[in-house]
C-alpha cells in the first residue's frame, strides 16, 4: 500500500501548553480516515498541520513521500490538498462561484474538464443555482457545501475535513457524506475527517481518537 501521508513523531506545542506528543501514524491512497476527540484535544491542530498550514515542532512529515519545502508550502496545499475548514473561510464580499473558482485561478497546473467537474459538484451539492450570491447570504448549510466544492475543484490527492458536518440537519449531512464517498471511488481522493458524526463510519476504512496528545486507532 502506498502511503500518501507519513508521520513520525510529530510534536507541536502552544507555549506550554503540548498539543501534539510524538504522533506517528499514515494513511494509505484511497482511504478514508476519521479523527474525533473531545473540544481542544488538537484535531484542528493536527489538521493544519497536514494541511501545510502550521508548521510542527519536530518530527517528520512525509507528503506522498516526499517532505515538501517550506517555501513550497502554499503552492502545494492549494494543488495537491483540498482543506474544508471548521469556519468555513469563505470570502466574504465575493459571489459563490468567485469563490470556489480561487483555487483554480492560483493553480499553475493546467486542468482537463475543469468546467465539467465543477459542474458535477455544483449539481451534486445542490448549490447551482446560487452560484451569483454574496456568499455573506447564504445559511450554514450552504456556505459548508460551498466549502466543499472549492475544496473538490481541482480533484485533490488529500481531503481534509474539519468538522464538515458541525450543526447540519439531516439532509445536508447525507450530501456530505455521499459526495466524500463519490469522489473517492471515482478519483481515488484519499479524505480524513475531523469530525463528532457518527455517518462517517459507513464509509471510513480507519477511525482514529485523539487524547492527551496522543492519536490511537480505534476499533
Ligand atoms: N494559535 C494558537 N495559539 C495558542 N493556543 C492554541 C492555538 N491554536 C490552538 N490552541 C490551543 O491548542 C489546543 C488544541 O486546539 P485545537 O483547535 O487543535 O482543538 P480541537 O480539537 O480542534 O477543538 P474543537 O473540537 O473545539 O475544534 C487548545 O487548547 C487550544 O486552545
Ligand atoms: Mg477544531
Partial sequence: MCKIIELKNIEKAYGKLSVLK??????????IVTIKGKSGSGKSTLLNILGFIDKY????????????????????????????????NLISGLSVIDNIKIPYLYSKKSF?????????????LKIEDLTSKNVADLSGGEKQRVAI???????????LADEPTG???????????????QVNEYYGIT???????????????????IE????????
Fill in 22 to 31: 510524538k504522533i506517528s501514524f499514515s494513511v494509505n491512497k484511497g482511504e
Fill in 57 to 88: 515542532d519536530s518530527g517528520q512529515y512525509l507528503f506522498d513521500l516526499q517532505k515538501v519545502k517550506r517555501k513550497k508550502y502554499s503552492n502545494f496545499r492549494n494543488e495537491s490538498i483540498g482543506f474544508v475548514f471548521q469556519n468555513y
Fill in 112 to 124: 482537463d474538464n475543469y468546467l465539467e467537474h465543477l459542474n458535477f459538484l455544483l449539481s451534486f
Fill in 149 to 159: 466544492c472549492r475544496a473538490l475543484s481541482l480533484k485533490p490527492k488529500l481531503l
Fill in 167 to 181: 450543526n447540519l440537519d439531516p439532509l445536508n449531512k447525507k450530501i456530505i457524506l455521499d459526495i466524500f464517498k
Fill in 191 to 209: 479524505i480524513l475527517i475531523v469530525t463528532h458524526d457518527d455517518i462517517f463510519d459507513e464509509i471510513s476504512d480507519r477511525n482514529f481518537k
Fill in 212 to 219: 492527551d496528545g496522543y492519536l490511537y486507532e480505534e476499533n
